[in-house]
Protein backbone atom coordinates (compact mmCIF):
# COMPACT_ATOMS: atom_id res chain seq x y z
CA UNK A 1 0.00 0.00 0.00
CA UNK A 2 2.74 2.60 0.63
CA UNK A 3 4.63 1.75 -2.06
CA UNK A 4 1.40 2.34 -4.49
CA UNK A 5 1.38 5.60 -2.61
CA UNK A 6 4.59 6.63 -3.30
CA UNK A 7 4.59 5.82 -6.78
CA UNK A 8 1.20 7.64 -7.54
CA UNK A 9 2.52 10.86 -5.39
CA UNK A 10 5.92 10.85 -8.00
CA UNK A 11 3.70 9.95 -10.96
CA UNK A 12 1.04 13.27 -10.32
CA UNK A 13 3.99 15.62 -9.79
CA UNK A 14 5.39 14.12 -13.17
CA UNK A 15 1.52 14.44 -14.64
CA UNK A 16 1.36 18.00 -13.68
CA UNK A 17 4.56 19.24 -15.87
CA UNK A 18 3.26 16.77 -18.77
CA UNK A 19 -0.10 18.23 -18.90
CA UNK A 20 0.96 21.87 -18.37
CA UNK A 21 2.86 21.09 -21.69
CA UNK A 22 0.71 19.45 -23.51
CA UNK A 23 -3.02 21.61 -23.53
CA UNK A 24 -5.99 19.26 -24.21
CA UNK A 25 -4.10 15.94 -24.42
CA UNK A 26 -5.76 13.16 -25.00
CA UNK A 27 -6.83 10.72 -21.79
CA UNK A 28 -5.81 7.30 -23.73
CA UNK A 29 -2.44 9.14 -24.75
CA UNK A 30 -1.11 10.38 -21.17
CA UNK A 31 -2.26 6.88 -20.00
CA UNK A 32 -0.40 5.24 -22.56
CA UNK A 33 2.44 7.50 -21.61
CA UNK A 34 2.34 6.94 -17.71
CA UNK A 35 2.02 3.06 -18.15
CA UNK A 36 -1.32 2.90 -16.27
CA UNK A 37 -4.93 1.84 -17.50
CA UNK A 38 -7.28 5.31 -18.02
CA UNK A 39 -9.00 4.55 -15.02
CA UNK A 40 -6.27 5.03 -12.86
CA UNK A 41 -5.60 8.44 -14.73
CA UNK A 42 -8.96 9.24 -13.91
CA UNK A 43 -8.36 8.82 -10.89
CA UNK A 44 -5.08 10.51 -10.23
CA UNK A 45 -7.16 13.61 -12.12
CA UNK A 46 -9.69 13.70 -9.04
CA UNK A 47 -6.83 14.28 -6.67
CA UNK A 48 -5.06 16.99 -8.88
CA UNK A 49 -7.84 19.23 -8.27
CA UNK A 50 -7.25 19.06 -3.92
CA UNK A 51 -3.54 20.39 -5.20
CA UNK A 52 -2.12 23.16 -5.14
CA UNK A 53 -0.26 26.58 -3.18
CA UNK A 54 -2.95 26.68 -0.44
CA UNK A 55 -6.51 26.24 0.30
CA UNK A 56 -7.61 29.05 -1.30
CA UNK A 57 -9.43 28.07 -4.56
CA UNK A 58 -7.57 30.65 -6.90
CA UNK A 59 -4.48 28.63 -5.81
CA UNK A 60 -5.33 25.03 -6.82
CA UNK A 61 -4.64 23.24 -9.77
CA UNK A 62 -8.40 23.56 -11.82
CA UNK A 63 -7.68 20.57 -14.11
CA UNK A 64 -10.57 18.08 -15.38
CA UNK A 65 -11.61 16.07 -18.36
CA UNK A 66 -14.33 15.08 -20.38
CA UNK A 67 -13.52 12.12 -20.93
CA UNK A 68 -11.51 12.11 -24.11
CA UNK A 69 -9.20 14.95 -23.49
CA UNK A 70 -7.67 17.34 -19.96
CA UNK A 71 -8.01 20.90 -19.82
CA UNK A 72 -5.60 22.69 -17.42
CA UNK A 73 -7.62 25.73 -16.78
CA UNK A 74 -5.08 27.97 -14.65
CA UNK A 75 -1.46 26.68 -15.36
CA UNK A 76 0.19 29.94 -14.89
CA UNK A 77 -1.81 30.93 -11.73
CA UNK A 78 0.15 27.86 -9.84
CA UNK A 79 3.62 28.21 -11.52
CA UNK A 80 5.02 30.56 -10.26
CA UNK A 81 8.11 29.77 -8.08
CA UNK A 82 6.60 30.01 -4.35
CA UNK A 83 8.44 32.26 -1.68
CA UNK A 84 9.05 31.49 1.89
CA UNK A 85 7.25 34.56 4.82
CA UNK A 86 10.38 34.87 7.11
CA UNK A 87 8.52 33.26 9.67
CA UNK A 88 8.41 30.03 7.35
CA UNK A 89 12.29 30.48 6.36
CA UNK A 90 12.83 30.76 10.43
CA UNK A 91 11.19 27.27 11.17
CA UNK A 92 12.47 25.74 8.42
CA UNK A 93 16.63 26.89 9.27
CA UNK A 94 16.15 26.57 13.09
CA UNK A 95 14.34 22.53 12.60
CA UNK A 96 16.61 21.67 9.77
CA UNK A 97 19.74 22.72 11.92
CA UNK A 98 18.91 20.97 14.73
CA UNK A 99 18.27 17.51 13.12
CA UNK A 100 21.67 18.05 11.70
CA UNK A 101 23.05 18.15 15.27
CA UNK A 102 21.02 14.42 16.17
CA UNK A 103 23.59 11.54 16.96
CA UNK A 104 21.07 9.01 15.25
CA UNK A 105 21.31 10.68 11.63
CA UNK A 106 23.52 9.34 9.17
CA UNK A 107 26.41 10.54 7.50
CA UNK A 108 25.04 10.93 4.47
CA UNK A 109 21.55 12.24 5.14
CA UNK A 110 23.50 15.12 7.56
CA UNK A 111 25.74 15.95 4.54
CA UNK A 112 22.70 16.32 2.44
CA UNK A 113 20.73 18.75 4.95
CA UNK A 114 23.53 20.70 5.62
CA UNK A 115 23.86 21.52 1.80
CA UNK A 116 19.81 21.72 1.60
CA UNK A 117 20.21 23.75 5.20
CA UNK A 118 22.89 26.32 3.37
CA UNK A 119 21.01 27.16 -0.32
CA UNK A 120 17.94 27.84 2.19
CA UNK A 121 20.07 30.42 3.93
CA UNK A 122 21.61 31.46 0.58
CA UNK A 123 17.52 32.53 -0.29
CA UNK A 124 16.38 33.53 3.38
CA UNK A 125 18.75 36.68 3.12
CA UNK A 126 17.65 38.38 6.67
CA UNK A 127 15.63 35.83 7.82
CA UNK A 128 18.63 33.33 8.15
CA UNK A 129 20.46 36.12 10.36
CA UNK A 130 17.26 35.90 13.01
CA UNK A 131 17.38 31.92 12.62
CA UNK A 132 20.67 31.63 13.90
CA UNK A 133 19.92 33.23 17.38
CA UNK A 134 17.59 30.22 17.87
CA UNK A 135 18.42 27.00 18.91
CA UNK A 136 16.27 23.84 19.60
CA UNK A 137 17.32 21.01 22.62
CA UNK A 138 16.17 17.54 21.59
CA UNK A 139 15.39 14.94 24.96
CA UNK A 140 17.92 12.86 26.11
CA UNK A 141 16.73 9.84 24.28
CA UNK A 142 18.67 11.22 21.42
CA UNK A 143 21.57 9.20 22.16
CA UNK A 144 19.12 5.94 22.54
CA UNK A 145 17.54 6.35 19.14
CA UNK A 146 21.13 6.92 17.81
CA UNK A 147 22.62 2.87 19.40
CA UNK A 148 18.71 1.45 18.59
CA UNK A 149 19.20 2.88 14.80
CA UNK A 150 22.56 1.40 14.36
CA UNK A 151 21.67 -1.91 16.18
CA UNK A 152 18.66 -2.08 13.51
CA UNK A 153 21.12 -1.30 10.73
CA UNK A 154 23.59 -3.82 11.51
CA UNK A 155 21.25 -6.62 12.88
CA UNK A 156 22.79 -6.62 16.31
CA UNK A 157 21.03 -7.61 19.99
CA UNK A 158 20.54 -4.80 22.42
CA UNK A 159 20.94 -4.86 26.13
CA UNK A 160 18.79 -2.18 28.00
CA UNK A 161 17.94 -1.41 31.42
CA UNK A 162 14.93 0.00 31.10
CA UNK A 163 11.86 1.63 33.71
CA UNK A 164 8.34 0.29 34.11
CA UNK A 165 6.42 2.85 35.26
CA UNK A 166 3.50 0.50 35.76
CA UNK A 167 5.68 -1.78 37.85
CA UNK A 168 8.06 1.20 39.19
CA UNK A 169 11.05 -0.81 38.70
CA UNK A 170 14.28 -0.91 36.59
CA UNK A 171 14.71 -4.01 34.41
CA UNK A 172 17.40 -5.83 32.19
CA UNK A 173 16.77 -7.08 29.56
CA UNK A 174 18.63 -8.19 26.10
CA UNK A 175 16.12 -7.52 22.78
CA UNK A 176 16.18 -7.90 19.04
CA UNK A 177 14.96 -4.46 17.78
CA UNK A 178 12.58 -4.81 14.69
CA UNK A 179 12.02 -1.30 14.25
CA UNK A 180 11.52 2.58 15.45
CA UNK A 181 8.49 4.55 15.22
CA UNK A 182 6.75 7.66 16.85
CA UNK A 183 3.31 7.82 18.70
CA UNK A 184 3.50 10.88 20.32
CA UNK A 185 7.03 9.18 21.90
CA UNK A 186 9.76 7.15 20.09
CA UNK A 187 9.39 3.56 20.77
CA UNK A 188 11.08 0.88 20.05
CA UNK A 189 9.52 -2.58 18.70
CA UNK A 190 11.23 -5.11 19.43
CA UNK A 191 11.67 -8.98 20.37
CA UNK A 192 12.51 -9.30 23.92
CA UNK A 193 14.35 -12.29 25.33
CA UNK A 194 13.09 -12.04 28.91
CA UNK A 195 9.72 -12.44 28.21
CA UNK A 196 9.84 -13.90 24.99
CA UNK A 197 6.92 -11.77 23.31
CA UNK A 198 7.05 -8.64 21.23
CA UNK A 199 7.33 -5.65 23.49
CA UNK A 200 7.70 -1.78 22.85
CA UNK A 201 9.69 0.27 25.02
CA UNK A 202 9.68 3.96 25.06
CA UNK A 203 13.26 5.23 24.21
CA UNK A 204 12.89 8.06 27.04
CA UNK A 205 12.28 5.19 29.76
CA UNK A 206 15.60 3.92 28.65
CA UNK A 207 18.42 4.54 31.63
CA UNK A 208 21.04 2.63 29.56
CA UNK A 209 21.86 0.53 26.42
CA UNK A 210 24.66 -1.05 25.00
CA UNK A 211 24.79 -2.98 21.87
CA UNK A 212 25.86 -6.35 21.93
CA UNK A 213 28.16 -8.81 19.29
CA UNK A 214 25.67 -11.32 19.23
CA UNK A 215 23.34 -11.47 15.96
CA UNK A 216 20.03 -10.46 16.32
CA UNK A 217 17.64 -12.79 15.38
CA UNK A 218 13.62 -11.73 16.05
CA UNK A 219 11.14 -14.31 14.55
CA UNK A 220 9.00 -13.56 11.33
CA UNK A 221 6.48 -11.07 12.99
CA UNK A 222 3.99 -9.27 11.30
CA UNK A 223 4.20 -5.33 12.00
CA UNK A 224 1.24 -4.40 13.95
CA UNK A 225 -1.14 -1.24 12.17
CA UNK A 226 -0.37 1.73 14.26
CA UNK A 227 -2.86 3.91 12.44
CA UNK A 228 -5.49 3.54 15.24
CA UNK A 229 -2.95 4.19 18.17
CA UNK A 230 0.02 2.63 19.85
CA UNK A 231 -2.59 0.74 22.43
CA UNK A 232 -5.18 -1.93 20.72
CA UNK A 233 -6.35 -3.68 23.39
CA UNK A 234 -7.53 -7.19 22.00
CA UNK A 235 -10.75 -9.60 23.33
CA UNK A 236 -8.45 -12.05 25.04
CA UNK A 237 -6.92 -9.24 27.25
CA UNK A 238 -8.22 -9.04 30.98
CA UNK A 239 -10.93 -6.86 31.57
CA UNK A 240 -11.00 -4.24 33.97
CA UNK A 241 -13.76 -2.39 35.39
CA UNK A 242 -13.15 1.38 36.26
CA UNK A 243 -16.02 4.16 37.57
CA UNK A 244 -15.42 7.51 37.17
CA UNK A 245 -17.23 10.94 38.53
CA UNK A 246 -17.80 13.95 36.16
CA UNK A 247 -14.09 15.20 36.74
CA UNK A 248 -13.39 11.66 35.11
CA UNK A 249 -15.54 11.46 32.30
CA UNK A 250 -12.02 12.20 29.73
CA UNK A 251 -11.21 8.51 30.60
CA UNK A 252 -14.00 7.27 28.47
CA UNK A 253 -12.34 9.54 25.90
CA UNK A 254 -8.40 9.00 26.09
CA UNK A 255 -8.89 4.96 26.46
CA UNK A 256 -10.37 2.34 24.54
CA UNK A 257 -13.26 0.37 25.91
CA UNK A 258 -15.82 -1.99 26.03
CA UNK A 259 -18.42 -0.35 27.12
CA UNK A 260 -19.16 2.73 29.12
CA UNK A 261 -22.80 2.95 31.33
CA UNK A 262 -23.64 5.89 32.76
CA UNK A 263 -24.42 6.45 36.53
CA UNK A 264 -26.63 8.06 38.89
CA UNK A 265 -24.94 11.87 39.50
CA UNK A 266 -23.12 12.28 35.62
CA UNK A 267 -21.24 9.86 36.59
CA UNK A 268 -19.93 6.40 34.47
CA UNK A 269 -18.65 2.78 34.46
CA UNK A 270 -15.98 2.19 32.20
CA UNK A 271 -15.15 -1.42 31.29
CA UNK A 272 -12.03 -2.14 29.22
CA UNK A 273 -9.52 -4.52 28.29
CA UNK A 274 -5.16 -4.18 28.79
CA UNK A 275 -2.82 -6.54 28.58
CA UNK A 276 -1.17 -4.94 31.60
CA UNK A 277 -3.74 -4.41 34.43
CA UNK A 278 -1.15 -3.02 36.60
CA UNK A 279 -0.44 -0.34 34.21
CA UNK A 280 -3.73 1.39 35.59
CA UNK A 281 -2.40 1.49 38.85
CA UNK A 282 -1.56 5.26 38.03
CA UNK A 283 -4.62 6.03 35.87
CA UNK A 284 -6.30 5.37 39.37
CA UNK A 285 -4.09 7.99 41.24
CA UNK A 286 -4.31 9.83 38.63
CA UNK A 287 -8.16 10.27 39.48
CA UNK A 288 -8.37 10.74 42.94
CA UNK A 289 -11.76 11.45 44.02
CA UNK A 290 -12.74 11.30 40.63
CA UNK A 291 -12.68 7.48 39.63
CA UNK A 292 -12.09 4.45 41.52
CA UNK A 293 -10.91 0.43 40.12
CA UNK A 294 -14.04 -1.89 40.37
CA UNK A 295 -12.76 -4.55 39.17
CA UNK A 296 -10.61 -6.88 39.24
CA UNK A 297 -10.32 -7.14 43.23
CA UNK A 298 -6.33 -7.68 43.70
CA UNK A 299 -5.59 -4.33 41.16
CA UNK A 300 -8.40 -2.09 42.97
CA UNK A 301 -6.59 -3.15 46.85
CA UNK A 302 -3.21 -2.35 44.71
CA UNK A 303 -4.32 0.78 43.43
CA UNK A 304 -5.79 1.77 46.97
CA UNK A 305 -2.56 0.87 48.79
CA UNK A 306 -0.45 2.77 46.73
CA UNK A 307 -3.00 6.09 47.43
CA UNK A 308 -2.67 5.13 51.20
CA UNK A 309 1.33 4.66 50.57
CA UNK A 310 1.49 7.96 48.29
CA UNK A 311 -0.78 10.35 51.00
CA UNK A 312 1.68 8.79 54.17
CA UNK A 313 4.65 9.67 52.02
CA UNK A 314 3.46 13.24 51.96
CA UNK A 315 2.51 13.33 55.26
CA UNK A 316 5.50 12.57 56.48
CA UNK A 317 7.66 15.43 53.87
Not at 209 to 225: F, S, T, W
Not at 245 to 269: F, I, Q
Request: aromatic share 6%.
Amino acid sequence: MAANAIDQTRRMLSLVTYLRERPGAHVADVARAFGITEDELISDLDVLPMCGTSFRGGDLLDIDTDGDRIWWHNPDDVAEPLRLAADEATALLVAARAVATLPGLREGDRDALLRATAKLEAAAGEAAGASARLSVTFESEGGVFAEVDRAISERKRLWVRYYSPARDELTEREVDPIRLFAVGHTYMEAWCRLSEARRTFRLDRVAEIRILEEAAAPPELELRDLSEGLVQPSADDPEVVVEVGPGGRWVAEYYPHDRAEELPDGCLRITLRTPDPASLKRLALRLGSDGRIVSPTGLADSARAAATAALAAYEGA
